[in-house]
């Protein structure tokens, strides 16, 4: 995951988003309706590592929103309020949420 997540961030900064929207959109499927294994891969493989590595880069975190789904973009905001150290409503909450209402 980590060499997707790289290419994914590399894309982006080189301004191929076309080229990187279907990793998104696989996501927001996994989210809405994969098995637990697959959401878990979506958020914490995919997108938390995303957050990670373009944190680290000029392009920032943020810049990768407007690819984001509705259930993907929840579950960003909740990894971004995590590693923020802002409390939550609980830890991992909204991702439970997600996953419980698109069961």
């Known amino acids: 995951m980590a060499e ?5 961030v590399d894309s ?13 959109e696989l996501a927001e499927r996994l989210i809405a309706t994969g098995p637990d294994e697959e959401r878990h891969a979506a958020v914490v493989g995919f997108l ?3 957050q990670n590595v373009a944190s680290h880069r ?4 943020t810049a990768f929103a407007f690819l984001l789904g ?5 579950v960003w ?4 309020e995590m590693w923020k150290g802002q409390p939550t409503s ?10 419980a209402n698109s069961a």
Request: glycine share 6%.
């Open 4 to 8: 997707l997540t790289g290419y994914v």
């Open 12 to 24: 982006f900064e080189a301004g191929h988003t076309e080229d990187i929207r279907p990793a998104f």
């Open 48 to 50: 938390e590592t995303v």
């Open 58 to 61: 000029k392009c920032g975190s």
């Open 70 to 74: 509705p259930m993907s973009l929840r």
């Open 77 to 80: 905001a909740e990894l971004t």
């Open 90 to 99: 609980e830890p991992q909450s909204e991702l439970r949420a997600v996953t």
